[in-house]
Every structure is written in structure tokens, then in C-alpha cells.
């Protein structure tokens, strides 16, 4: 159990009147409440009065200082504008897609929303991941500034929003990816993507004539398999779903699989040696100030969820009906946990970074989750 929940379970004891340690009877009841994991149930401390006048399984009141943003299920009337600081240039809508010139044979493609890229060497094109939403337009792209075939594919990762059009962009590639991209790829057994054919543990250098594109993998964040990509004669690099320039992160800190580890490589990010960074997502790319505003931004959801989690009160307002249900005692106290972490924020990011409002919400579940177990 976590410094929090026995914070959280001393708390319940203390509106109880018990305290655990004070007599082996305080001891033993202590230890039932261990046992039964999350069973908090501080009811008895309410009276009548304070009962939530609601219908039996309907909908109850608002918790108390609900956020002004809506919560998750409920609808917003108009979320707040996007910023022009998260907007990039615009699309050709005739083309449906957008390349941009990275420097030193180095190109990105994008719609907008999804960010791959390409580079050019003398005998061919090595294309880094092909979005399925305008895959179809890759083999287009590249004929805007080479003739060359493509001749190598790297995935970042095995998400199919990222690589599930590998098979439109046509050729016999050799296709490059870290080893646990290759066990996830198996596993999906999907034939929009191929297998990689070369694969790595920790660091691969590829050379093609004049270029060279170091892949290397910092460990599970975002999902395993994720690699960083960089491109050292123009200095871009890409690691996708981490940092979302101008972009609150999308849910659930882009759903992260390792929420410590997703916040530890956005700090490696911020501190490596780059000029361009690709996301894989939104409408820009990214600079050195958009990964130290989201590294800013994840410390502060740190600071507002742990401060929730140790000055929220179990069980207030819950019905007394629900005393034996620690599911339900759990969920009322964390939604104020939330309710508290997202008013936390918003005076300072809601005009910081573009869909603050739609995925604040997200971010403060999954932060006080990660908190309590990780
Ligand atoms: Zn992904």
C-alpha cells in the first residue's frame, strides 16, 4: 500500500475516532481495514441531514466546487478556443497533406493531425512511420522532390495510427523497428503491418550513402517499443505521443502505459541537444520552449493531484446506503481528488496550451492514479 493510502485509510480512521497503533484492538481493526483493500468506509460520521437527496441509482448534486470545465461525460457548450501559438501552417486541401522541409534531405508529411517523415539519400528514400489517415499520399510527397524508390521503413512504435498504412506506400522495404515493437507487431497479427525485418535493443545507426539517422530506446513511456529518432545534420528529432507542441497531451498523458516513465522522458527530451522536434501529432513542430512548457505543466498536474489526494476527505457526502460498497467509496473520493486537481490548474494553463479543457479531466484521473500505485 502506498504512503497515500495509508494517508487516505488513516484519514477514514481519524473521522472513525480509531487509530491504529494506540492498542492491539486499534491494531487488529486496523488490519481489517488493510485486508478488505480499499473498504473506507467513514459513513458513520454523517448524520441524516447531510444524505444526498438523490433517486436510488439516478443521478446525484454536483460534488461541491465542481470546475467550471466540464467532467468526463458531460457535455461542454463551446471548448475554449485554440490558440494561435498551437496552430500551423494550413493544409492544401487538394492534396491532403503538407510537406515540410526539414533540411539536409529531411522532409515531414502531415495532415494537420498526424506527423511522419522521410528522408532522401542518394540511391533511395527511408520513410519513418506511415499514418494510415494520408499514407496513401506518401509515395505523392516523396515524388515532389526525389525520384528515388523507398528502400527502408522505421516504425516509431507499433500503434496502427502511426504505421497502419506501411503496406500503401508500396516497394520491398527493409523495415526497421526496437525488439518490442517486432513481439507487439506478431502479436497483432495485422497485415497492414508488416513485420520489421532488422530490429534493435538499445541503439541502431542506420547509414544510407551520405545520411544517418540515429534510432535509440529509452524505455517504456508511452507503450514499449518507442523510439527516439534522431537526424543529426539537420538536428531533428522525433519521438511520438510524448510531447504535443502547443497541445495539452491528448488523454491520460497520451496514454501513457508508464506514467513515471512517460514524465521522465519528456525531461530526457527537454534536456537532449536538438533544433526541430516532430511529435507525430498536431499541426507543428516542435522547439525547445513547447517541451519545457509541457515538462512545466506535468510537474504542476503532480503537484495539484498529490495535494489533493492528502487534503481530500473520504467519504464526505457519499450516502450512507453505499457504506459497504468500497468501490463506490473510492470513486466518490476520487472525483473530488479530481474536481480539486483540475481547479488546481486552470487559472494558470487553461490559455497555455490548447485542449486544456478537453483532456484536463484525463490528465488528473491518471495522475492520481499513478500517484497511489506506481
Ligand atoms: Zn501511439
Redesign the pocket.
Given at each position: 500500500m502506498s504512503e497515500l493510502n495509508h494517508n487516505l485509510v488513516r484519514a477514514v480512521n481519524d473521522r472513525r475516532g480509531f487509530h491504529p497503533g494506540k492498542n492491539s484492538t486499534a491494531n487488529v481493526r486496523a488490519l481489517a481495514v488493510l485486508l478488505a483493500g480499499l473498504c473506507i468506509c467513514a459513513i458513520g460520521a454523517f448524520s441524516q441531514s447531510q444524505v444526498p437527496n438523490s433517486e436510488h441509482g439516478g443521478p446525484g448534486e454536483p460534488y461541491p466546487l465542481m470546475p467550471s470545465i466540464a467532467p468526463i461525460g458531460v457535455s461542454i457548450g463551446k471548448y475554449m478556443d485554440v490558440q494561435a501559438s498551437a496552430q500551423g501552417p494550413a493544409i492544401d486541401s487538394a492534396k491532403g497533406y503538407r510537406l515540410q522541409n526539414l533540411g539536409s534531405g529531411l522532409y515531414m508529411i502531415t495532415d494537420n493531425a498526424y506527423q511522419s517523415m522521410f528522408l532522401v539519400y542518394d540511391r533511395g528514400v527511408v520513410v519513418i512511420d506511415a499514418p494510415p489517415s494520408y499514407a496513401a499520399h506518401i509515395p505523392e510527397a516523396i515524388a515532389e522532390v526525389s525520384d528515388k524508390p523507398i528502400t527502408h521503413l522505421v516504425y516509431s512504435?507499433s500503434?496502427i495510427?502511426?504505421i497502419g498504412g506501411a503496406k500503401s506506400v508500396g516497394g520491398q522495404p527493409v523495415i526497421i523497428a526496437q525488439e518490442e515493437t517486432l513481439r507487439l507487431l506478431k502479436r497483432a497479427a495485422d497485415p497492414n503491418r508488416p513485420l520489421p525485418t532488422v530490429t534493435f535493443p538499445d541503439k541502431y545507426t542506420l547509414r544510407v550513402g551520405s545520411q544517418v539517422l540515429e534510432l535509440s530506446y529509452h524505455g517504456n513511456a508511452?507503450?514499449p517499443g518507442n523510439i527516439f529518432i534522431y537526424a543529426p545534420l539537420p538536428r531533428v528529432l522525433m519521438v511520438?505521443?510524448v510531447v504535443f507542441p502547443g497541445w495539452m497531451p491528448w488523454r491520460r498523458f497520451a496514454l501513457a502505459q508508464d506514467i513515471p516513465g512517460y514524465f521522465a522522458q519528456v525531461e530526457e527530451i527537454r534536456k537532449m541537444d536538438w533544433d526541430t522536434l516532430v511529435g507525430g501529432h498536431v499541426a507543428r513542430t516542435g522547439i525547445h520552449a513547447d517541451v519545457d512548457l509541457q515538462a512545466e505543466f506535468n510537474r504542476d498536474v503532480k503537484q495539484a493531484a498529490a495535494t489533493a489526494l492528502k487534503t481530500t476527505n473520504p467519504g464526505v457526502g457519499l450516502n450512507p446506503l453505499d457504506k459497504d460498497n468500497p468501490w463506490a467509496v473510492f470513486d466518490n473520493y476520487i472525483d473530488r481528488v479530481a474536481a480539486q486537481c483540475v481547479n488546481t490548474l486552470t487559472p494558470k494553463w487553461s490559455s497555455k496550451l490548447a485542449g486544456f479543457d478537453v483532456y484536463v479531466w484525463d490528465q488528473c484521473y491518471a495522475m492520481e492514479q499513478s500517484l497511489r500505485i506506481e
Open positions: 512504435h500503434h495510427d502511426h508511452h507503450e511520438v505521443d
